[in-house]
């Protein structure tokens, strides 16, 4: 599934990094936070799960549309809405897919400075996975984006996602310039 990536990788959100570090005793001080973190990790790849489905049924609300008949004028102009509202549907999962991935990349930047140093590269792991789901959603969203007709609801989605990308190609760079110093 074009979404998956993040949502089913395993240990992709940093979870792990925590965990490790929370149930580790040289690093009780950081216990709460970490538990903290890998609460919300969780939450975030029980998210991204769902979001691959949601990802799906809106692909299917655009090829139902293409399906619909066009035989009328007024069956080509009802087919003609469906088209562009199963394009917006379509546009909302990557949309959320981009900012669930940021976070997970910022919670890859926290564990990879506060986490348990033997389990550093999982951080980085995550920051690469988070990267690039984000990167394969914001490709989703402009290639929805540019059957829409709306100008400014296209523009305003893409000048969002243009945003989550430059954020996330910063923090990616972060992380990894975190990990490769602690692997020295």
Avoid: W
Avoid at 36 to 64: K, P
Avoid at 90 to 114: I, N, S
Wanted: proline share 3%; charged share 25%.
């Amino acid at each position: 599934m074009r979404l998956g990536a993040l949502g089913r990788a395993r240990g992709g959100t940093g979870g792990d990094v925590a965990r490790n570090t929370a149930g580790n005793a040289a690093f009780a001080d950081r216990a709460a936070s970490m538990n903290e973190i890998a609460t919300e990790a969780d939450g975030l790849r029980h998210n991204l799960e769902e979001l691959v489905d949601s990802d799906a049924a809106a692909f299917e609300q655009v090829m139902a549309a293409f399906r619909l008949p066009k035989d009328t004028p007024e069956q080509k102009a009802e087919r003609s809405r469906a088209i562009q509202e199963g394009y917006r549907a379509a546009v909302e999962p990557p949309v959320l897919v981009c900012r669930h991935a940021l976070r997970v990349l910022e919670l890859a930047a926290l564990v990879a400075e506060q986490g348990n140093p033997n389990a550093v590269s999982d951080a980085g792991v995550a920051a690469l996975l988070a990267a690039s789901a984000l990167d394969g959603a914001a490709l989703n969203v402009e290639i929805n984006l540019g059957s829409i007709k709306d100008d400014d609801y296209r523009t305003a989605h893409a000048e969002a996602v243009r945003e989550l990308r430059e954020e996330a190609t910063a923090l990616r760079e972060t992380v990894l310039a975190r990990v490769h110093a602690t692997l020295g």
